[in-house]
Structure formats: structure tokens, C-alpha cells
């Protein structure tokens, strides 16, 4: 297992950075959206709405900080983003080598 750094990294931009990069796979192609996800469609993943319950994806739990994606519109995605530290290793096994850390350094290097 992997753990990489993401303190001070903005939730959402690495959310929906991951989603880009990766694509849906096997029967998630019927979940598939076109297009990109922009950081406000990450926000809205993210959270539903005042009470803070999850609206797509796997979760942990309920609420603004259990953020656990399994799949995400078709696409693994398999990321915990609570906290500060990503654990990187089942992305990588579905994106390819240090691809969720490339992600991370892209991020961090925009500032």
C-alpha cells in the first residue's frame, strides 16, 4: 500500500483530476457520462446538499468528510479522499503506474 501527502490539496480538483484520468470499465460503460468533470460536478459528488449526505458513489458513511469513491459514473476510481493522505494503490493497479501520485504533483505544481 501506498500513502501519499494531499494536505492542502483542494478535495475537489483531485476528484475530479482522478475521475479524468481514468475510464469506465466493464458493465460501468452503462453509468458513463460524456465529457469531463469540472471541479463544481467534483463538489457535487461530493456532497448533496445542506445535510451533507453523499449523492453518487460508495460511502463510508454519512456526512461532509466520509469521502470514499468505489466507482463514480462507471469509472474506478477506489479512493478514500478523507483525510490527508491518498492510499494510491488500487488506482494504480487500474491507471497505471504512479498514476494517482502524477496526479497529486500536477495539482500541487498549479498551485
Known amino acids: 500500500m501506498a500513502n501519499i501527502d494531499i494536505k492542502g490539496i483542494d478535495k475537489a480538483a483531485l476528484l475530479a483530476a482522478l475521475y479524468n484520468n481514468a475510464k469506465p470499465m466493464g458493465m460501468g460503460a452503462?453509468?458513463?457520462?460524456?465529457?469531463?468533470?469540472?471541479?463544481?460536478?467534483?463538489?457535487?459528488?461530493?456532497?448533496?446538499?445542506?445535510?451533507?449526505?453523499?449523492?453518487?458513489?460508495?460511502?463510508?458513511?454519512?456526512?461532509?468528510?466520509?469521502?470514499?469513491?468505489?466507482?463514480?459514473?462507471?469509472?474506478?476510481l477506489k479512493v478514500n479522499l478523507e483525510g490527508d493522505t491518498l492510499e494510491t494503490s488500487l488506482y494504480n493497479r487500474d491507471w497505471g503506474k504512479d498514476a494517482a501520485e502524477k496526479i497529486v504533483e500536477s495539482l500541487r505544481n498549479a498551485g
Not at 467534483?42 to 469521502?67: H, I, Q, S, V
Open 30 to 76: 452503462l453509468q458513463a457520462r460524456p465529457g469531463v468533470m469540472t471541479r463544481e460536478d467534483a463538489m457535487k459528488a461530493m456532497y448533496a446538499g445542506d445535510d451533507g449526505t453523499r449523492m453518487f458513489g460508495e460511502t463510508l458513511g454519512r456526512g461532509p468528510n466520509k469521502l470514499y469513491f468505489d466507482y463514480l459514473f462507471g469509472r474506478p
